[in-house]
């Protein structure tokens, strides 16, 4: 071969490799676009377009009255990014003025966090929490480089009311326990999407036309609750697991009529804003989780099966043992003491174990099971709050020799505070029994009812002439003569029962109880059931004594804020055209407050004698007074142990005026709620009782004068 063929073939290798190249790249752009481009466009889709969740807003809870017991508010968390583009620090000390404004930092520290953060930081946080003004002057900088994230959280207007009913939620905003939990999917509505793009840095951003879904906001649910009544049974119970030294409480108030839950509480309690600061058993539900054997309140079972099946008589006599013990099947049944001959209204009113036994014996276990259903027992009641437990009610084949009796004074057989209450109110609102429930409606966004729980009607547990012959009956337990004298409230009639349990713990009963009051007010036209439960009361286990007095009060309390009940208790009387004045009550005041309340009163008086409390007055209280004559009073100490100085002893507000009467209550440290305008004619709690201070007296007021049954009437000016 030549020199010249040589160097020919060498130049068409060259060219050869020349035009490899764009032959190659042709081929592979042919390869991208055509052959592989539908899949290799997919691919980048997926890898630069990305979708982000549009959270959807939690619903709102309501209480009956439109108060707003939980809702959601927004935080904002501040960030910069110092390599973004168009990033300047003289944005980021403008961002930092406006954070120091707000946060009451310094502007300096935060341009020292930025300055000083690692060399390839995209996400420095200055705040973690803004508010919106803040978060407003923020979006005005529209600073390149600044990241503004909006973030939610639960907030619970009332911090621990209504806990154990509302319940709590998680960081991710989802329902854990209470309402929250049972009414999470309604509550939490369902989050929308947005598309965003991805970058080569990662960086997500918006883009215009990008598609969009968006959020469904969660359902609000407005409840059957009342937050007085709930802030009322939380005082009165707390008040009276501290006075006895219970381990815990647990209550509940209810409308008979619809089942609808007016207040529903246990203490210790939790605030669900930050239901972790406290143990897991405080944030425990007792009145719908925990069964336990109720004791006496069980025999409203035994009552109502044995007059409506005809096997015992109002006026029986019943022999009991002087000992107040008897032997059952070998087994010793005991009366809490002795009683003597009772008929059968003492047995139910003074609770004897012994005559309600022998009465339970007279019937068959299949009939006296069939009633215990009937009222409720061994099955839930399907409240709308979570973690139910059913009860315990053994079937008849089940049972020993000595059950029935047993079980007729609430002994082997478990069951819950609510459907105890259930039962008995059942029993108040003539035998027909609702479904307990706490949500009353539910609306959308724009307030419209989507949803509406009525009334639910269960069943009949007995007939109405059985009903009507037990009432009295266990009227007579709130009396002087009966077990609950305690709960005695004057001018308001109730029916209940007692329930002193003993505890069955490891294989056998302990010398530990648990005392509960389950009654229902007025009983002419029942408004309220309530039941009291105290675990493990140490200053005495009767029920009467430690949860009736808790009943009293919350019973007093809840009366004064019904105007029905009030207007029953203390009916408006007609004016008189004679002015006349009466002395007032005065004695248990301090000197300062029975000053005041004469010099409003505009009745002359002296005092004599040391120390800070009337002793004692003259003329005494509801004496008429003549013209000009002046009340005297002693002043010393009152060696009352059962006062406190947290109580005071409310005043007689009659015949004040509005002002007067505030005044005076406002100088004893007790709160005032008003109904009318003028002249009080009426209030609640009556002159002479006690009350904590702080809690609130009722007055109703009239513009023209009036009398009143008690001896102060209207005043002469």
Request: avoid cysteine; charged fraction near 20%.
């Amino acid at each position: 071969m030549n020199e010249r063929t040589a160097i020919l073939s060498r130049l068409f290798v060259i060219l050869g490799l020349i035009l490899l190249l764009p032959t190659a790249i042709i081929v592979q752009i042919i390869r991208i676009n055509v052959i592989e481009g539908d899949n290799l466009r997919e691919l980048w889709n997926n890898q630069t377009i990305h979708y982000i969740n549009i959270p959807a807003q939690r619903g709102a809870i309501y209480d009956s009255n439109g108060s707003q017991l939980a809702s959601n508010s927004v935080d904002y968390r501040i960030a910069v990014d110092p390599k973004a583009p168009g990033a300047t620090y003289d944005d980021f000390s403008r961002l930092s003025i406006i954070l120091s404004k707000h946060t009451g930092n310094s502007a300096s520290s935060y341009m020292q966090r930025i300055r000083n953060a690692a060399p390839n930081s995209r996400y420095i946080v200055l705040e973690r929490n803004i508010d919106v003004s803040a978060q407003e002057e923020v979006l005005a900088l529209n600073a390149r480089g600044v990241i503004l994230e909006e973030q939610f959280r639960r907030n619970y207007s009332f911090g621990s009311l209504a806990s154990h009913a509302l319940g709590f939620v998680n960081h991710e905003l989802n329902g854990m326990t209470g309402l929250e939990s049972s009414y999470n999917n309604i509550l939490k509505g369902e989050d929308g999407l947005q598309q965003v793009r991805r970058d080569r840095s990662n960086r997500i951003f918006a883009y215009v036309g990008a598609p969009r879904k968006t959020p469904v906001q969660g359902y609000s649910l407005h409840t059957t609750l009342d937050a007085y009544i709930q802030a009322i049974v939380e005082e009165e119970l707390q008040k009276g697991v501290e006075v006895t030294r219970s381990n815990y409480g647990t209550a509940i108030v209810m409308d008979p009529r619809t089942g609808a839950v007016k207040a529903i509480a246990n203490f210790p309690d939790y605030d669900p804003n930050s239901p972790a600061n406290r143990q897991n058993e405080n944030r425990r539900n007792y009145a719908v989780s925990d069964m336990v054997e109720p004791g006496s309140t069980f025999k409203l079972v035994t009552a109502m099966a044995a007059v409506e099946q005809g096997v015992v008589e109002l006026d029986e006599i019943f022999e009991t043992p002087e000992n107040g013990e008897t032997i059952i099947h070998g087994q010793t049944m005991r009366d809490h003491d002795p009683l003597g001959d009772v008929s059968f209204v003492e047995a139910i009113a003074k609770s004897s174990n012994i005559a309600i036994s022998e009465i339970a014996m007279r019937l068959s276990p299949q009939v006296f099971y069939q009633y215990a259903r009937n009222l409720g027992f061994g099955t839930p009641t399907s409240i709308d709050l979570p973690n139910e437990e059913p009860g315990r009610l053994q079937r008849p084949y089940e049972w020993s020799r000595v059950t029935l009796p047993w079980m007729s004074i609430g002994y082997e057989v478990q069951a819950t505070p609510i459907q105890m209450l259930q039962a008995y109110a059942a029993f108040a609102n003539g035998g027909e029994m609702m479904r307990p429930y706490v949500v009353e409606r539910i609306t959308n966004e724009y307030g419209e009812t989507v949803k509406l729980n009525r009334p639910s009607r269960v069943r009949q547990i007995a007939k109405k002439e059985t009903i009507e012959k037990l009432i009295p009956v266990f009227q007579e337990v709130v009396s002087d003569s009966g077990t609950a004298g305690w709960a005695v409230v004057d001018g308001l009639s109730i029916a209940g029962k007692t329930g002193t349990a003993q505890k069955y713990i490891d294989g056998s009963y302990r010398n530990l109880y648990r005392a509960s009051f389950t009654g229902f007010f007025p009983v002419e036209n029942p408004k309220y059931a309530i039941i009291i439960m105290l675990d493990e009361p140490r200053t005495s286990f009767y029920g009467g004594f430690t949860a009736g007095s808790v009943f009293k009060e919350t019973a007093k309390r809840i009366a004064g804020l019904d105007s029905d009940i009030r207007r029953a208790i203390s009916p408006e009387q007609q004016p008189e055209s004679v002015q006349q004045v009466y002395a007032p009550s005065l004695v248990g005041f301090e000197k300062d407050s029975a000053s005041k309340l004469l010099t409003n009163l505009r009745i002359s008086f002296n005092s004599h004698g040391t120390g800070n409390t009337v002793i004692s007055q003259i003329p005494k209280q509801g004496e008429l007074l003549d013209p000009g004559q002046r009340v005297s009073l002693e002043i010393g100490s009152l060696h009352d142990e059962t006062i406190s100085g947290d109580y005071r002893r409310i005043p007689d507000l009659t015949g004040l005026n509005m002002r007067q009467a505030t005044s005076i209550l406002k100088n004893l440290g007790l709160d005032i709620q008003m109904t009318g305008s003028g002249t009080v004619y009426t209030q609640f709690p009556q002159a002479g009782e006690l009350m904590r201070k702080g809690r609130t007296v009722t007055v109703r007021g009239k513009i023209n004068s009036f009398n009143r049954s008690t001896p102060i009437t209207s005043i002469s000016h």
